[in-house]
Structures are given as structure tokens and as C-alpha cells.
């Protein structure tokens, strides 16, 4: 009888050990990451902008749907009366999409703005003493 073992092995590329890497990486435990105070402020800074932006987008691509319903309604299904309820009902959050933005950002503004002044005058103090 023969015994023998035969075993071959292959060590991964390169690239295969970045690409291991990369996916490991996304699976280990975090750090907790101290924020710097810059990265603080754009992030701040960002959810103000951002916050109206998207609820603002939100209001205004729901009302376009809706009227454009209302159009299809009553231009290829003859439903007049409906179709012009319906483009009417998407009218309002098409109008109001503006006014609800510049009312969320003067809202974040209140929240948030004491924060971004002091973080900024840090910033700018701490850069005119070096």
C-alpha cells in the first residue's frame, strides 16, 4: 500500500491580499474615530443645506407625479373633472416646496448655528495663533 500525501499550496496574489484586506476591514471592529473639529463643522454644515434640500426635492417630485397624473387623466382617459382635481392637489406641494425649504433651512439655522459660529471661531482663532 502507498501512502503518500500529496499538498499543494498557493499563496493569493497582490491584489487578491488587498481585495481580503478591503473586505476584513468592513468586518473588524471599529475604533471610535475622534472627529476633528473641521470635519465637524462641514459635517454640520452639511446636514443643515442637506436637510432642506432633500425634504424640499421630496415635496416637489411628489406634486410633479401627482400632476402629471392628473394631466394623463385627463388628456388620454377623459376624466376631465378628475384629472384636474388631481392637478390641482399636485399644484400645493409643487408650490409649497420653496417656502418649506427656506423655512427648514432658517429652522437648522437656529438649531445648529451656534454651534458652526463657535466651531468656526475656534478655527479661526486657533489658525491666527500659530
Known sequence: MNNQF???YTAPTEEERKE???????????????ESKIERLRRLDALVKNT???ISLILGVV?????GLGLTM??????????????????V????????????????K?????????LSEELLN????R
Open 93 to 108: 406641494p409643487m408650490a409649497i416646496a420653496y417656502p418649506v425649504y427656506k423655512s427648514v433651512l432658517e429652522r437648522n
Open 20 to 34: 481580503i484586506a478591503s473586505i476584513r476591514k468592513q468586518y473588524a471592529p471599529q475604533e471610535k474615530k475622534t
Open 52 to 54: 432642506a434640500v432633500c
Open 6 to 8: 500529496n499538498f499543494t
Open 110 to 118: 437656529e438649531k445648529y448655528g451656534e454651534e458652526i459660529l463657535a
Open 63 to 67: 406634486g410633479c407625479l401627482i400632476f
Open 126 to 129: 486657533g489658525e491666527n495663533e
Open 74 to 91: 385627463i388628456l388620454e382617459w377623459s376624466l376631465t373633472v378628475w384629472g384636474i382635481i388631481l392637478c390641482a392637489v399636485g399644484a
